[in-house]
């Protein structure tokens, strides 16, 4: 089945530092990848969805110039936790819709991130 | 923003019993699909039920579907330790021309052996 492979699956940075996490599609091509936050023990929230060769779309409420995200292939989609603080502290996770009618998806394993 | 309200928020069961988890969502929708999650881990799909469906089975899943009132659940049949995670529903919304999943609350589930 399609699989999508998000690296690091754990992160430690200090704060003021950038943090960045890619996801890869490993055997399909993601024109769309979904970009998540969890807290603990709370729901998935979406932050944005990155289109292949177009600026990314963020939710209401997200900062695009903290949270940089780049699309710039087929199989590769990136989020830039920029000048991170402990407040970012969060689990983040992608996905990526298959085939046409949007139906199927498939996510990342997930990166916990922890500023100190 | 959620679609939706999840209960219970929390769920703690013996094996062997039945779990059931509800979902209720806000607007209308061409699917709606339930996935887990272990803890620290990415989700995985469970089932998706249309919504000209009433109801879906898949092994010991069995979901059901009343667009009339917004809502869905989850059954867990015979349940085991290896089912403890955490459940979301999850509905398709479009923003630009894609389908974006809008997540539930979420319900914990603890199966003790």
């Known amino acids: 089945g399609a699989v999508v492979s998000q690296h690091p699956s754990w992160v430690i940075c200090k704060s003021g530092t950038s943090v960045k996490i890619e996801c890869r599609s490993l055997d399909f091509q993601a024109t769309t990848m979904f970009w998540y936050r969890q807290f603990p023990k709370q729901s998935l929230m979406l932050m944005a969805t990155s289109n292949e060769g177009s600026k990314a779309t963020y939710e209401q409420g997200v900062e695009k110039d903290k949270f940089l995200i780049n699309h710039a292939s087929l199989t590769l989609s990136t989020l830039t936790v920029t000048s991170a603080h402990p407040e970012d502290s969060s689990f983040y996770i992608c996905?990526?819709?298959?085939?046409?009618?949007?139906?199927?998806?498939?996510f990342g394993s997930g990166t916990r991130l922890t500023v100190v | 923003s959620q679609q939706g309200e999840e209960d219970p928020q929390a769920l703690s069961i013996q094996e062997g019993e039945n779990a059931t988890m509800n979902c209720s969502y806000k607007?209308?929708?061409?699917?709606l699909q339930w996935y887990r999650q272990n803890s620290g881990r990415g989700l995985v799909h469970l089932i998706l039920?249309?919504?000209?469906?009433r109801e879906k089975h898949s092994g010991r899943l069995r979901v059901t579907l009343d667009t009339s009132k917004k809502s869905s659940s989850l059954l867990i049949t015979a349940s085991r330790a290896a089912d403890t995670a955490s459940y979301f529903c999850a509905t398709g919304g479009q923003s630009g021309g894609y389908n974006k999943l809008i997540f539930g609350a979420g319900t914990r589930l603890a199966v003790h052996p």
């Open positions: 996905s990526a819709p298959q085939g046409s009618s949007g139906y199927g998806y498939t």
């Open positions: 607007t209308s929708i061409n699917n």
């Open positions: 039920i249309r919504s000209n469906e």
